[in-house]
């Protein structure tokens, strides 16, 4: 993991937006790369930490955060983790993961949530071996039109 630095974005640059472009795909093949505005808007809202992963001085990977306060305390959870192929197996994702317990714990969350499809057998490793317990519950989707 030396040489991996993860922190949160703080604007948008040709880099953040090119490197979305790149990562983008190989999170998922029927979501197109946001656009600036739909990064700034992520980086702008309150609820939401966008976290980068750079290697030297390139992004290899990100993560977003999202913290928010419902009736029952304040709850986290961890969406979009993504590592550049080539960067794979080097801790890049286990240290995104492990900055953004470090944030949630900081804001107060009683818990952190993520999923992860049964097929991603190495991202789920990874979650068990940091210390994430699987769940059984159903996750529903309402697809909006």
Known sequence: MSGI???AAT????????AFARLTPQLSSSSPPPTEDELRRIIDHDACTLL??????????SLTLVVFPIPTGVRAWIED??????????G???????V???HAVAEGAKTVDLTSRPSREAANRLYARIGFQQRTTNVYRYDLP
Do not use: P, T
């Open 5 to 7: 630095d993860v922190s």
């Open 11 to 18: 604007e948008v640059s040709a880099e953040l937006v090119e």
């Open 52 to 61: 980068v992963a750079r290697d030297g001085d390139r992004i290899v990977g």
């Open 81 to 90: 983790v993504v590592v550049d192929g080539e960067a794979r197996g080097k």
């Open 92 to 98: 890049v994702g286990e240290q995104l993961n492990r």
């Open 100 to 102: 953004a317990i470090e």
